[in-house]
């Protein structure tokens, strides 16, 4: 194995033990904080944090596997600490690796090759990029980065506080979230599948884009596939990416229960898979998006095995994601590692801040 990335910064702070004690009470619903004696120790998938906090100083050590997880430690510590030093100005200056670097390792431009409809509402866009097997794992999802039209893009650096620089005014860009549907490594290029709701910027970017026009992605990020003998897979179109790409990827021995909900019957896709699969589509035909209970009403309705390992994936509305994640943990008593309920989008909100993967 490679030896771990190490980066450290001493951060001046006239409160450094609270600042300590609210990154610890934070990241706790990310992963593993253990409390010591002035300091404070953070595991999760991404790496270690140690915390040490001395008199008017809070020293920061982040130990991670590899560059891509060291940025977005790096990054989320330095957007905590900013956050919780409230109105105090903050100087964040790491040393060690990746210091002398301002690019973000798992940012990519790529150049759309081509878009067609593969539903009356699901806009098939592809990509083309170098090295595209770099999206196969750390995640099923990107953040799409779309530039203002006409415009050469600029695109986001990395500061030396380890935050994201984003560009601004008129190269300010579209983020949104969207899943990787497919990889073909040989061709070198990743499909987007995007639906169209409208004239918001991402139905109107997936409508309007031309090939050789540059996109930035962010990623891959928000979970991998988690092995399971049993899988409940459930959301509306905008979870459809990545409820197809699971159900592709599952062995023969899977079994998956997979519940959709689409406008009608027009916006039916094949779902492909290996495994062992009951599929339901869930018709709303003529209720707008996001307004029915179809999905869960499906949920509480659908047979669990008797034994095995359950795992359950929903992404839709926010409301319907709460009144989901409500019932697997309550009702089912699923543990965190168990499921993934996640708001892909919220009624009346635009943006890519409206994710809510717990
Ligand atoms: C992890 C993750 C993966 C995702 N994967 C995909 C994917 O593969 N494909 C995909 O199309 N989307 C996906 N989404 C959802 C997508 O990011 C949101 O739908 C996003 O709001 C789309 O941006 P927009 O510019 O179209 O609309 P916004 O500018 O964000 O919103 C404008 C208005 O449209 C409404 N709106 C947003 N989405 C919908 C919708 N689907 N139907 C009806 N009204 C809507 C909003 O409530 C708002 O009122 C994913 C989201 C997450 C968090």
Redesign the pocket.
Known sequence: MADPLIATARIPLADPAGVLRELCEHFVEHGTVTLTEGGGRLESPFGVVTLEAGPAVLTVRAECPNDGHLFIVKSSVAEHVVMFAGDQPVTIAWSGDGAATTEIPYFREMTVRRARDITPTMRRVTLAGADVGHFETGGL?VRVLIPPAGRKPRWPVAGSDGRVVWPQGEDELTR????V?SIDRARGEID????L??D????VWARTVQAGDPVGLLGPG?GDIVPADWYLLCGD???L??IARIAEALPPEARATILLEVADASERQPIASAAQIELSWLHRDGAE??TTDLLETAIKAAAWPASGTPYALA?CEHGQARAIRSYLRKERGLSRDRHLV?A?????????A??DPE
């Open positions: 999802h949104r979230v969207y899943t549907r987007i599948d995007v639906v709701h409208g918001s910027p991402g139905s928000g179109e905008t979870a990416p990545v998006a996001g992404g996640a892909y989008w919220r009624r009346g909100h635009g943006g890519d409206v994710a």
